[in-house]
């Protein structure tokens, strides 16, 4: 859920400043280039409408946002293959004073303080999210009751329509090019001029404004709505709706989708004048009347149209230039860049570039002084063991799930975390070693954060998995054979009851259905008491005593879930068990020995 939370705040967050970004510049760009092109004025707008409503989820090369974002990630290391190891050792498991089971008393392992941080951000988040959602959800009921309200309005003023107004509108229709078939209402209340329906489009025409108009002049405000119906100024409408439900806390939307209003009622003047033929004078002369109505007529939410708080002085002026205007090349030109503006600040998610890093040599570093025998090749500190013999040890063949626990935080922490030394030592592992794991461990968080996946890959789940698989095959190539062997022994005795559920270890367990159904069944009945446990000690503890007082309570539960596991285990199946974890490893004799660097 953190994660999900995590990753949400930060999309929210790259849209909040794209879309405050993109707003800014268009409203400069407008104000200094297109003061008298409204085409291309609107066309600028709704790209902010439209950035508004597309999330910053995926990247383009040429997105200039995606290049401001980019992420610079190391490719995944290629490491030399690595010859036959001569290698005696005893295999390892894992112990409570080694390091391992301290931070258990989560269900998954234990919690690191990257998570504390995270959960305390959590009620923060969910107090933001709230806040929106309240917003959100205000704003789109206003919406709703409006427009029923409206709707209700409509149905029980509505007259019957002149045959003359049917007749202007067949022929302006035929006229003007719109092959939709559009309707005509009258109502006896002060509602629009407007035109509404995304798939069967309305005029709507209020009485009191018709009452001592001339014929002409019903005529030009027929052929803006059935402007606003060519150009699909509807649909527009309803894009902007959506953008400010979803935006109602930015001020800047606010402004965009006003400016983009009126642009739009430019463009359709510009048109009508074009369109129609009609003499610039009378056309605003029309508007002129609807001017007059102000007091009186109401317009409909997010519904284009003829509206009297848009018949500005500016507007008047620019009907009175219209005359001899090129619209169609215009409206290319807006297409063309509103088309190629998309392109550049649509695409939201940063750019992720890989660099290549050096190849990672898994060649031992320096041999001991330890000699396997008189004369015999030195062998490397990461293969020497504790006086058994050596031999050669082919590289096993592992399933998948195996790559996935060794490729997990937890294997991984236990091999770099400061207080699990011990096992480092009891390993061997070298200076060298452990860098080359702190660098997996942060590639594979960068590409968990990134979402970088193998193809199939849909959930947040299945993105860790082959995350964990493709760190687990890396960090195989980085230790021995005899290293890879102990650490899948201590990494798997980490988990506890909780390894009998991994499939491949039921296969090599040879489980019957009876048993892994009675298996689960103890494991459940051990996570409900962990659950009950932590919520009746007020959640996970914010300090190492409190960890640690919490560890003394949860280990008799984990304790006695593995015993009554392996008391379902036949003999054969409990031999095969301890031959998978290996024998208990000694924290005193890991401390008692000097690592190579101490020699």
């Known amino acids: 859920m953190i994660h999900g939370l995590d990753d949400f705040a930060r999309l929210v967050w790259a849209q909040l400043w794209q879309v405050t970004v993109v707003a800014l510049v268009i409203g400069a760009a407008v104000r200094l280039c297109c003061r008298e092109r409204p085409r291309l004025a609107y066309a600028l707008w709704m790209l902010v409408i439209v950035k508004a409503i597309v999330p910053p989820v995926w990247a383009s090369p040429t997105g200039l946002f995606s290049w401001g974002m980019v992420n610079r990630v190391a490719s995944r290391p290629e490491f030399t293959e690595t010859p036959p190891i001569r290698h005696a050792a005893a295999p390892v498991a894992a112990s409570i004073r080694g390091g391992l089971i301290r931070g258990a008393s989560g269900l998954e392992g234990g919690t690191s303080w990257d998570d504390r941080r995270d959960e305390a951000r959590l009620p923060l988040l969910f107090a933001a999210f709230s806040i929106w959602a309240t917003g959100a959800v205000l704003c789109t009921a206003f919406v709703f009751w409006k427009q029923i309200a409206c709707s209700f309005l409509i149905r029980r003023s509505r007259l019957p329509v002149d045959e003359r107004y049917d007749v202007a509108l067949a022929q302006l229709s035929r006229r003007l090019g719109v092959r939709r078939r559009v309707g005509l209402l009258m109502t006896s209340r002060p509602i629009g001029p407007a035109v509404f329906g995304l798939f069967r489009p309305t005029i709507l025409l209020p009485e009191p404004l018709l009452s001592g108009q001339s014929l002409e002049q019903v005529q030009l405000v027929l052929a803006h709505e059935l402007i606003h119906v060519r150009r699909g100024d509807i649909f527009a409408g309803k894009l902007q709706l959506v953008a400010q439900v979803v935006w109602w806390f930015h001020p800047l939307v606010w402004w965009a989708n006003r400016e983009a209003c009126r642009e739009r009622e430019r463009c359709c003047d510009e048109e009508v004048v074009s369109g129609v033929g009609c003499k610039p004078v009378l056309y605003a002369r029309t508007l002129l009347s609807v001017l007059e109505q102000k007091g009186r007529l109401r317009s409909l939410v997010a519904i284009p149209g003829v509206r009297a708080l848009e018949v500005t002085t ?62 015999s090749a030195k062998a490397p500190p990461a293969a020497q063991g504790d006086g058994a013999k050596s031999q050669e040890s082919p590289l096993p063949v592992r399933s998948e799930f195996a790559f996935e626990r060794l490729g997990e935080w937890v294997g991984l922490g236990i091999l770099t975390r400061p207080e699990t030394l011990v096992i480092r030592k009891g390993l061997r592992l070298t200076d060298d070693q452990v860098e080359k794991i702190r660098q997996l461990k942060e590639l594979r968080e960068a590409n968990l954060a990134l979402g970088i996946h193998g193809p199939g890959v849909t959930t947040f789940e299945q993105l860790t998995a082959f995350v964990n698989r493709e760190t687990g095959e890396g960090l195989v190539k980085i230790l021995t054979a005899t290293q890879c062997k102990r650490s899948e022994q201590i990494i798997l005795t980490s988990h506890g009851v909780r390894a009998f559920r991994y499939p491949d270890v039921r296969k090599d367990l040879r489980l019957t259905p009876e048993q892994a159904k009675k298996i689960d069944a103890v494991i459940d009945a051990l996570f409900a008491q962990l659950n009950d446990l932590q919520k009746g000690s007020g959640g996970q503890p914010k300090d190492l005593e409190g960890s640690l007082a919490l560890e003394e309570r949860i280990a008799p539960l984990w304790k006695g879930a593995f015993a009554q596991v392996f008391a379902l285990l036949t003999q054969e199946q409990a031999a095969q068990w301890k031959a998978m974890v290996g024998v208990p490893f000694l924290a005193d004799e890991a401390e008692s020995r000097p690592t190579p660097m101490e020699r």
Not at 340 to 367: C, H, M, Q, S, Y
């Open 314 to 375: 500016r507007r008047l002026e620019s009907i009175m230039k219209y005359a001899g205007t090129d619209h169609r090349r215009a409206s290319w030109i807006s297409r063309l860049v509103f088309a190629t503006g998309a392109i550049l600040i649509v695409p939201g998610a940063g750019l992720v570039l890989r660099a290549d890093p050096p190849a990672i040599d898994n060649k031992p570093n320096a041999p001991t002084a330890r000699a396997v025998d008189e004369g």
